[in-house]
Structures are given as C-alpha cells and as structure tokens.
T-cell receptor, first 114, second 113 residues
Framework: DGGITQSPKYLFRKEGQNVTLSCEQN?????MYWYRQDPGQGLRLIYY???????QKGDIAEGYSVSREKKESFPLTVTSAQKNPTAFYLC?????????????FGEGSRLTVL | QQQVKQSPQSLIVQKGGISIINCAYE??????FPWYQQFPGKGPALLIA?????SEKKEGRFTISFNKSAKQFSLHIMDSQPGDSATYFC????????????FGDGTTLTVKP
C-alpha cells in the first residue's frame, strides 16, 4: 500500500539533545512537508521541499533542520535550539502541479521533552 | 496574522443532527479550500474540498458551502454519527504548492449517541 511512514511514533528527549524524525513516502510524490501541531492550534509549516536537494523554510523553521537527499525521504531534526519542542509532528506529501491540492499525511510522531 | 479563522472551537451534536463548522479567509488569492478530518493520534486526511468556481459541493453526508464575496466557507455534516467524532480543519491555498496551505485552528466535534 502506498503511503507515508513516520517513525518513531513516540519519542522522548532530554533537554539539550538533538533528535531526528523519519519520514518516508512511496507515493512517488515530488513535494514533502513537515508540520507541527500543538493542542488547539492549526498545523504550522516548518519546512518543505519540492525537489530533491532543495528545501525552503516554512513559518516556524527556527530550531529545526531538514535534508532531502532522496525523493522518498525527508527527515526532520529537532535541535537543542528549539525552545519548545514538545509537539505532534506531521509529515505530508503531494504531487507537484496545480491539478491537486490534497496533502497526504503520515500518522505523526509525538515528541516529548523531559 | 491568521489568514483562516475557524469556528467554533468545539461542537457537540446529537446523533442524527447537523454539524456546521465555519471558516473565513482573508487572502483573495486562495483558490483551493479543503477540509481535513483527524482522529486522535492520527494524521489528518482529506475529507472534501472545493474550488471557488462552484458554491457548493456534496459528497455523501458532507457538504461544503462556499461564499466567495463574503470570503467564507463552511462544512455541513448531515445525519451526524458518533463515528464522525474527530477534529476538523479547514485550509486554504493559492499556490501550485499545496503544502503552503494555511490551516484553521480546528474544531473538535463530538457526536453523542
């Protein structure tokens, strides 16, 4: 089945540690995205990538980093510089082009900083 | 500045009733308006979407009503069921890059049996 796989589903981190969240898709989509979700708030865009080896900052990129070395993979690193990293992180993808605006989401990774 | 305002924040409806969630947007360049449904601990999934060339779109029990002049759109869930209990997000985008969608803050719907 095609889809987006995020791992781990749950992650605990001590303050000062970097952590990397994995996102893999087999939908052959060109564009991939990372969103952050906090209770009572909408989804906020962290980073996005439209093609391999290229990515852009979203609205809340500070304290995060990404890479896009393969079309299928778009890992997110939450660095120690992120002041409030506890959140639910969602990876999404979409084909490029205007014909579809649908975002396909993974099941999310919940990060808790202890 | 929030570009998509969603209301209400939470909604409780009896089984069989109609659930209505509203969204208002500011950017007139938006031309794609989806609604996503999210169950606890899961990622959102597209429920229904509309483009501004039509005023209404219906898929089963779910209907989007769109008012371009008022810059508002709403989701109606007819014959609401307990299985509809979830968080609903409206969104809007205007680029070919769908990921730059702007999301509302979400509405938590509870349908009581």
């Amino acid at each position: 089945d095609g889809g987006i796989t995020q791992s781990p589903k749950y992650l605990f981190r001590k303050e000062g540690q970097n952590v990397t969240l994995s996102c893999e898709q087999n939908l052959n989509h060109d564009a991939m995205y990372w969103y952050r979700q906090d209770p009572g708030q909408g989804l906020r865009l962290i980073y996005y990538s439209q093609i391999v080896n290229d990515f852009q900052k979203g609205d809340i990129a500070e304290g995060y980093s990404v890479s896009r070395e393969k079309k299928e993979s778009f890992p997110l690193t939450v660095t120690s510089a992120q002041k409030n990293p506890t959140a639910f992180y969602l990876c999404a993808s979409t084909p490029r082009g205007r014909d579809t605006g649908e975002l396909f989401f993974g099941e999310g990774s919940r990060l808790t900083v202890l | 500045q929030q570009q998509v305002k969603q209301s209400p924040q939470s909604l409780i409806v009896q089984k069989g009733g109609i659930s209505i969630i509203n969204c208002a947007y500011e950017n007139t360049a938006f031309d794609y308006f989806p609604w996503y449904q999210q169950f606890p601990g899961k990622g959102p999934a597209l429920l229904i979407a509309i483009r501004p060339d039509v005023s209404e779109k219906k898929e089963g029990r779910f209907t989007i009503s769109f008012n371009k002049s008022a810059k508002q759109f709403s989701l109606h869930i007819m014959d609401s069921q307990p299985g509809d209990s979830a968080t609903y997000f409206c969104a809007a985008s205007g680029d070919t890059n769908a990921g730059k969608s702007t999301f509302g803050d979400g509405t938590t719907l509870t349908v009581k049996p």
